[in-house]
């Protein structure tokens, strides 16, 4: 790559990432069908931890779901003004799915080399391990106390509740990947927190022990939306080098 090509792109990222706001109130105008589709193939490139990808994406097209989801959202602007409207939602049923699809894609490969083979098969293998017998609740109690020595160790994906935030931190990648590929589209999102987990679930039907870690309302920003200068810490705040 040169280096007016990485300069190129350094540029491109920096606009992109910079246009990127939390838009609460959008216009009427509809989003091009391919435009949603195209952003969404561009987060199922998103990182996750051993590619396991344990969330999935929904597409809210229905208008009567779409307005029971912006109820569940509490009925904040940014939901009810949206054009389209993404729900995330996590599991590790999801991921041990995952995981079977790329122990049959790795065994079937007939591109990837030995020494390949053998990592993606210890790795799946090994988190397929995990999700199974370390997702059970009875290692709850054992975790709880653990963490209390260790903070760290809350993090594991072990235990029902640490194997749902591990798949829920996950899907913050894919979601981040959304808004910044909507950015690149001139497209406008807002990331959602405050909804009722509960009533999501209940109306897209989803099964137990599934977890809604965000929605993602998108559109175009309407005129008087409110935007104003952009506030953060600064990153000698943020940054500690070892």
């Known amino acids: 790559m040169t280096t007016q090509m ?5 540029a491109t990222f920096q606009s992109i990432n910079r246009h990127r706001r939390a838009i609460r109130k959008f216009n009427a105008t509809p989003i091009h069908e391919e435009d949603i589709r195209e952003l969404l193939a561009e987060a199922m490139l998103a990182p996750s931890s051993g590619n396991l990808q344990p969330y999935q994406l929904h597409w809210i097209r229905n208008a009567n779901l779409k307005a029971e989801i912006a109820k569940a959202c509490h009925g904040q602007q940014a939901a009810s003004t949206a054009a389209e409207i993404i729900v995330i939602s996590a599991s590790s049923a999801i991921a041990k799915h995952t995981a079977a699809e790329q122990l049959a894609y790795v065994e079937a490969s007939t591109s990837l080399e030995s020494k390949s083979k053998a990592y993606y098969l210890k790795q799946t293998g090994m988190f397929s391990k995990v999700l199974g017998i370390g997702s059970s609740a009875l290692w709850m109690p054992f975790i709880y106390i653990a963490s209390l020595i260790r903070p760290s160790l809350s993090l594991l994906p072990i235990g029902s509740i640490g194997s749902r935030n591990w798949a829920a931190r996950n899907a913050t990648f894919a979601a981040q ?52 200068t952009q506030w953060r810490r600064k990153l000698s705040d943020a940054l500690i080098t070892h």
């Open 6 to 10: 990485t300069q190129n792109n350094w």
């Open 177 to 228: 990947t959304i808004m910044l590929a909507a950015a690149s589209k001139g497209v406008d999102s807002c990331p959602m927190e405050g909804f009722s987990a509960q009533e999501v679930v209940k109306l897209l039907k989803l099964p137990r022990g599934t977890v809604i870690p965000i929605v993602i309302a998108l559109g175009y920003r309407a005129p008087d939306a409110r935007v104003e």
